[in-house]
């Protein structure tokens, strides 16, 4: 069964709201989290890392104020899309791992539609 | 979930030999994905295919897709320490996204 849960999988929303999607390790502690975005028909592209306890550190390019990442717990990430506009549509897909040197489990995504 | 057979899940090599990783799917995908994770890092996009058959180069790694566009390789040629990671496929199906179970390499110098 999944072991890194996301949710929503689906958002369709106004442009001007803020959206949050939540990723959560199911069965075990995750101090690291990874947040991707990946646009029709490109690879995935790594926004940020999620560190319990501290500040993300964001991928270059990528606006910090504009995608908000909270790691409050061993458990849960979430990352917020404040003020979403229409070229804020994507496919946002969270990982986790159990220990750093085994694969990444990933969340089935969240597709974000801004109208 | 994952629906991509992604193999060997672990692969010990010694410096300088050649190494195949598969990957394969009972669908049709839309688009193939390789990406390297380094341990306790995120991902970093490796190769994209697309067209059956395509076949692509960077370096001392090749993927291709098969012409059927429902598996697809990933050869490393005259392996060295730094090719040493977890490699992962992942595919575009329809709506979703899904990957492979990642392939542990490990090289020997």
């Known amino acids: 069964g999944a072991v890194v849960s996301q949710h929503p999988s689906r958002v369709i929303c106004k442009s001007g709201t803020s959206v949050k999607i939540e990723c959560r390790s199911l069965d075990f502690q995750a101090t690291t989290m990874f947040w991707y975005r990946q646009f029709p028909k490109q690879s995935l592209m790594l926004m940020a890392t999620s560190n319990e306890g501290s500040k993300a550190t964001y991928e270059q390019g990528v606006e910090k104020d504009k995608f908000l990442i909270n790691h409050a717990s061993l458990t849960l990430s979430t990352l917020t899309v404040t003020s979403a506009h229409p070229e804020d549509s994507s496919f946002y897909i969270c990982?986790?791992?159990?220990?750093?040197?085994?694969?990444?489990?990933f969340g089935d995504g969240t597709r974000l539609s801004i109208l | 979930s994952q629906e991509l057979e992604q193999s060997p899940q672990s692969l010990i090599v010694q410096e300088g030999k050649n190494l195949t990783i598969n990957c394969t799917s009972s669908?049709?995908?839309?688009?193939l994905y390789w990406y390297k994770q380094k341990y306790g890092e995120g991902l970093i996009f490796l190769m994209m295919l697309q067209k059956g058959g395509e076949e692509k180069s960077h370096e001392k790694i090749t993927a291709k897709l098969d012409e059927k566009k429902q598996q697809s390789s990933l050869h490393i040629t005259a392996s060295q320490p730094s090719h040493a990671g977890i490699y992962l496929c992942?595919?575009?199906?329809?709506?979703?996204?899904?990957f492979g179970a990642g392939t542990r390499l490990t090289v020997k110098p």
């Open positions: 990982s986790a791992g159990r220990l750093s040197n085994q694969p990444q489990h």
């Open positions: 992942g595919a575009d199906m329809e709506n979703d996204m899904r």
């Open positions: 669908k049709t995908l839309y688009g």
